[in-house]
Structure formats: C-alpha cells, structure tokens
C-alpha cells in the first residue's frame, strides 16, 4: 500500500504502525499561513487522488476529525493561534511524517 499521497496544498499520511491515516492541508501566501491536520479513515484515504480538480481532494479531507489547526494570517488573526483538539491523534500523524522521511533518506543513501 502506498504510504504517502500528495497534491498541491494536501498531503495524506498512512502509519503502518498504527495502521492510521492522517492528512494536512497547508495554504501558504504572502499573507499568511494556515495549517490543518485531520485523522482521516481508510475509505477517505483510497479516495484521494482520485478527483479531476485538488479542491476536491481537500473538501474529503475536511470530511473527517480534524486534530489541529493554525492560522497566521493578515486576514485571519493577528498572530500565532492554534487551537487543538485531539494532541494524541496529532503527536501520531507527526511521527508517521517523520518517520517516512527517515525511511527515504535510508533508501536515497543506499
């Protein structure tokens, strides 16, 4: 099973560890950031990709439990303001992340 799908503002995660998936969607501009972390299901994570238009792909996401979000925008708040509501949830797509990077630097050594 692939353990990683991405598009232009969206990234899915599959933990073979814990068997979870996790996605993130990030919107980057000169006014900003926002960052949103979602636990998404099996179902959710087979769909992605599979849609014409990357708008679509995000609204799946948006679909499931979201653990964390961020925004740091000129329109949005003044500052720094995260509100999270599931920091186990988010812990676990954070060292799933981590550990796909690890495992693609080994391969890129090798």
Do not use: C
């Not at 299901?41 to 992605?48: G, N, P």
């Not at 979201?66 to 812990?91: I, K, Q």
């Amino acid at each position: 099973m692939k353990t990683k799908k991405h598009g232009s503002n969206w990234t899915a995660y599959y933990d073979s560890d814990t068997g979870r998936y996790f996605a993130e969607i990030v919107y980057t501009s000169r006014e900003g950031r926002e960052q949103y972390d979602y636990e998404i299901t099996e179902d959710i994570y087979s769909r992605l990709g599979t849609f014409a238009d990357d708008v679509d792909n995000e609204r799946l996401i948006k679909t499931a439990k979201m653990t964390y979000s961020f925004e740091n925008t000129m329109y949005g708040t003044l500052g720094p303001e995260r509100t999270v509501w599931d920091e186990e949830a988010n812990e676990a797509m954070k060292a799933a992340e981590a550990k796909q990077n690890q495992d693609r630097r080994k391969k890129n050594r090798s």
